[in-house]
Nanobody
Framework: QVQLLESGGESVQAGDSLSLSCLASGRTYGMGWFRRAPGQEREFVAGINYLGSETLYADSVKGRFTISRDNTKNMLYLQTNRLKPEDTAVYYC?????????????????WGQGTQVTVSE
């Protein structure tokens, strides 16, 4: 069983940047970030394969967010730039046993509790 712990969520102004982190309790393979805005379904944000050689992004964050990982520290990161009010959500870290990245939340085996990001005008 792998436990995931997110951190870095804050209340910020539009245009600001935040760096989200996720610490895994053990070795993980494919990983991703998802988010859930109030009253909405959870949605994919970004994904990365085990080697960090393949990344996937939702169209809504492409060019603004960057996913990365450090396997030596069991850490996953999400650098968020030029934040918009519509980025307001609880951000979740997810991990899967297969090596590859995927956009489907059903493909992930482990989930963190989430970290709140609030972006105001």
């Amino acid at each position: 069983q792998v436990q995931l712990l997110e951190s870095g969520g804050e209340s910020v102004q539009a245009g600001d940047s935040l760096s989200l982190s996720c610490l895994a309790s053990g070795r993980t393979y494919g990983m991703g970030w998802f988010r859930r805005a109030p009253g909405q379904e959870r949605e994919f944000v970004a994904g990365i394969n085990y080697l960090g050689s393949e990344t996937l992004y939702a169209d809504s964050v492409k060019g603004r967010f960057t996913i990365s990982r450090d396997n030596t520290k069991n850490m996953l990161y999400l650098q968020t730039n030029r934040l918009k009010p519509e980025d307001t959500a609880v951000y979740y870290c997810a991990a899967r046993r297969p090596l590859g990245a995927t956009m489907r939340d059903g493909d992930y085996d482990y989930w963190g509790q989430g970290t709140q990001v609030t972006v105001s005008e």
